[in-house]
């Protein structure tokens, strides 16, 4: 059985190898290709992912799992093979539903779609982008079908981005959550707000990206295994454990957009550099999920990023670099700053107390969209109408409301309630990481991330997709994914902030 | 017919999209890539060709072709699908010669053979590298014992890189070549050499860069088809005519190298971007050979590069721009510097006048080896004697001397010939443009390269491979690659030049 397993790992290694070289081209989409390659790009994607589908539901791979899969249970079930083979089973079942001219043409149509959104955000015109969203809301409703019987429609897309979660379990979550934030937000929203004026000064770019990478240098990210570019909107990638890349977009006239926004993707990379080696080349050589990869961005950009102890340590380096802007701000001035509290129209640019509004304001909209109550001709409106609702603002145009976000250009619907989950998975495991690590503040203060980084990669990083994100969680936390950690760190932080 | 001429370009054009992703991955390679993601990079590398590989030799492909060969006999013989059908099965038969095994372990043993090489340049030390160029040299033996019978055991090799071309024709051009290039380095040599200490001053890296830019856009290389990064090597490649990227190298301390470079990509880079849109995804989306491509490449930097009317243009913007350099040196004088002739060792650095000499004594010690009648272990040697007989000047180490190019080690034998045979065509074809554009002189000097690019796209370009480099040539300026013309063009520039 040894030489079987030996086998399917070099039919998985290719195409791991083909998803990986998908991906570099799609990274270099965002970053580096010129306008008119965009045509060949796509049919280069699709065959390489049409090639990769066709490998990954071969009826060769079909019958060597289905002997893996009783060797398995001879294994230790946690065992990177046991849990290797039992997770490309249920990746075989559910690719081996979808057909792969399917698989194809949802490839080219997100292609294209995230052509024209760049172009469509740029004027500021939904128009351009609709029937293109259209399309992919019909490919993506077909997508479900093929997983019925569903409770939901939308059960089998956010599967995709959080294995083993179902939409009745996020509403759960949500619903608990939604109230106490609103509640939250109106405390807020009564006392005076905090002044942060002197963040939107001129901050020159190229001092902020220098700062941004001594920032996450510190941090740990590994430069031998990454590289940061610039574009659109900030993501992470990679192509192996070896080569973990990150975005960011830097603003001049708002110093905290690119250095927070940094620091959330130097998160998610070394989320991915921390995969234990003997992963490589195969599917569990990636994140446990969306929500637990959002669980360490938002750790680094918030709870350690926007806490009082970083700042101890970064803020007389801020002061140095922008001596004009923040040589006669104090550093309690700067952390109320940066904590500041104010319904806004960019998600990624939203404080800790509105951002989950944000992602139920799309989640809500994108479940309308599947479920078909809501048309996509529609969006614009419904989606200022619930911003109005929730956040008391509505947008001024387009690119600042419904065609902010890449997502739904690149057909990820289901994304979006990963990032709330993420907030909240990321304070349960910094409860846990306090008690594990006494002194982590005052490491913090000194600039010391060593102990903190060590502790994700032993009990997250290393693991890899070995366990599904609700058991990762309950292992490390030994509760499934809770909002009631979130709302204490919320109401702690702002009581204090805003003297509630 | 049709649907299988069509259900034909589908198959080719997938083999076509994993092609170019696996260029996308070697450029990335060279360019961005962080230093831990090389090993998983190779993997990717070898699955996207082994899959290339297979589908193109596959027995599908052969039984379209034996029915597309006949239907390709009812169709205009000049066009493109009578061109692509022949073309296809002359690739196909080339392959489909060669075990996969063989093809494999060629790519093994190059592989290893450039690390070593890399470390025996660096040590200076040939015997690092001769083992692993011993066995490349029996490996190409083998490879051109799968297409006997042959007229000489070099042909095979060549026609991978020059298509129907054969040895007798190079040998045949080189040798009324090589005498004139001798006489005329002579002449030079006995003349008083002119100055060029100013280009070695300090020349601001960026402004070098903005520079090339400026000239190359000119020129009309095409930003929204094309960009341009920084590599240890300058060099060209494409994924697709959408998508043609370009390199440069600049060096602070000497101002024409990355100048001349840039000109020289971008030549090769104008080529690929000018190919006809209806060729896109298929074989004949290429340049016609190595030494059509070198033609492009040659002309913009050398023809129009180095020359007067050129400078006329571009000298006082360039004296504006570095005033400290070159503020007191005159035009006549910047010409001349630039088109100072003078043997050295390195051929990427030598001048047009050596230059053929670099490639000859390559090509005549690689004809050696393959025969037999020189042996590897002696090749340093052989070397060093050729280059006191054509240069006048001996290596004073095996870097500067038999290891400088990474080509053998790459098991590229067989391409050197393509850069001499590169200069002959870029003049054959540079006199029939002076008849068809008789105020090309004056157009450069007003920095006009319209007129130029559009002749070549018309002429050249749009064809792609679809005639054999031979073919083009006989089909442009009405006779095959002849050595004449360049040897006049030499004469009459270093006359003038050195007052011969």
Known sequence: MKEKLAAFKVEMGEIWDLNMAGALLGWDQQTNMPPNGAEERSEQLATLSKIAHHK????EIGKMLDELLVYAKSLEPDSDDARLIRRSKIDFDKMTRVPSEKVAEFARVTTLAQEKWVQARAKSDFSLFRPHLERIVELRREYADYFKPYDHVYDPLLD??????KTADVKDIFSRLRPQQVKLLQAIA????VEDDFLHLKYDDKKQWDFGVDIITRFGYDWNAGRQDRSAHPFTTSFGI????????ILENLVSSGLFGTMHEAG????????AANLSRTILANGASMAVHESQSRMWENLVGRSRAFWRFFYPKLQAVFPAQLGNVSMEKFYKAINKVEPSYIRTESDEATYNLHVMLRLELEIALMEGTLKVADLPEAWNTRMQEYLGITPRNDSEGVL??????????GYFPTYALG???????????????????SQIEQGEFGALLGWLREKVHRHGSKFDPQELVQK????????????????TKYSDIYGL
Do not use: C
């Open 268 to 275: 998610h990379g070394m989320y991915q550099q921390g995969l």
């Open 476 to 491: 490390v936390t030994g509760s499934k994914i809770d909002p009631q950690p979130y709302v204490g760190y919320l109401r």
């Open 242 to 249: 070896g080569d973990v890349r990150i975005t960011t977009r």
């Open 56 to 59: 990954a539901t071969s009826d």
């Open 160 to 165: 995709d981005f959080e294995p083993g979660l």
């Open 404 to 413: 902010q976000d890449v997502h739904w250009s690149g057909g990820m619907i």
């Open 423 to 441: 907030n909240l998975v990321s304070v349960q495991l910094w409860e846990v990481i306090n008690r594990d690590i006494p002194d982590l503040e």
């Open 190 to 193: 009564a006392r005076p707000q």
